[in-house]
């Protein structure tokens, strides 16, 4: 595997269910982002991990927990979700302490709620 | 505070037409400027950067020159493809106190037709 990948790719699930999105970076980041992507709206930050400390949380709700064990994984666990939370949900990675500090994004899990 | 403004689309062209989506940004110190693509059904991948004014990015035909004068990194092409429909991310990274800050635009969607 290369680059930035995401599972599932797509998931339905119930408002009562819990699921994980996972996310593995294979490029040898030392960061690591969580960002929800809804049809007409701009792309939102939620959350920011940093040498696998949380450093950015944006008013995401507590249904939303991410969880990142080491520097390539990203977990972003779900529960209790409403229906307003469907969108794609992207994954990226970068290296710190570069000075350009782009982005490496996954293809994203369309998560639809019902 | 830190911000980035894109023209609204969707931008439609012909195949062969030139395009140009103009992007500025308000920054307070000295960014580094970003444009991603989005392709369907995929992740944000990044086209091109430049970390300094009057920096030039270029990739896959499409260019973007940093302009600290007019805050603007528009990102041009002479002549379209129907590959290049996608949506279009303007992007500045700068650095705070709690490291990189990146902030995307709203993205701008591009069709192409035959």
């Known amino acids: 595997e290369t680059g930035v990948t995401q599972t599932p790719r797509h998931l339905v699930m119930g408002m009562t269910n819990k699921k994980s999105l996972k996310c593995e970076q294979h490029?040898?980041?030392?960061?690591m982002y969580w960002y929800k992507q809804s049809a007409k709206k701009p792309l939102e930050l939620m959350f920011v991990?940093?040498?696998?400390?949380?450093?950015e949380n944006n008013s995401v709700p507590s249904r939303f927990s991410p969880e990142c064990p080491n520097s390539s994984h990203l977990f972003l666990h779900l529960h209790t979700l409403q229906p307003e939370d469907s969108a794609l949900y992207l994954c990226?990675?970068?290296?710190?302490?570069?000075?350009?500090?782009?982005?490496?994004f996954g293809p994203g899990t369309r998560l639809t709620v019902t | 505070g830190n911000s980035v403004t894109q023209m609204e689309g969707p931008v439609t062209l012909s195949e062969e037409a030139f395009l140009t989506i103009n992007c500025t940004y308000t920054?307070?110190?000295?960014?580094?400027l970003f444009w991603y693509v989005q392709y369907p059904g995929e992740g944000l991948q990044l086209l091109l950067k430049?970390?300094?004014?009057?920096d030039k990015g270029s990739n896959k035909g499409f260019e973007a020159t940093y302009r600290k004068e007019t805050t603007s990194f528009h990102l041009e092409k002479g002549s379209v493809q129907v590959s290049d429909s996608a949506v279009y991310f303007c992007?500045?990274?700068?650095?705070?106190?709690?490291?990189?800050?990146?902030?995307f635009g709203a993205g701008t969607r591009l069709f192409v037709k035959a």
């Open positions: 990226a990675s970068s290296q710190e302490e570069t000075g350009a500090y782009e982005q490496y």
């Open positions: 490029l040898g980041h030392n960061a």
């Open positions: 991990y940093s040498l696998e400390e949380r450093v």
């Open positions: 920054a307070t110190g000295y960014p580094s």
């Open positions: 430049a970390t300094k004014a009057d």
């Open positions: 992007a500045l990274s700068i650095r705070n106190t709690g490291g990189f800050k990146t902030i």
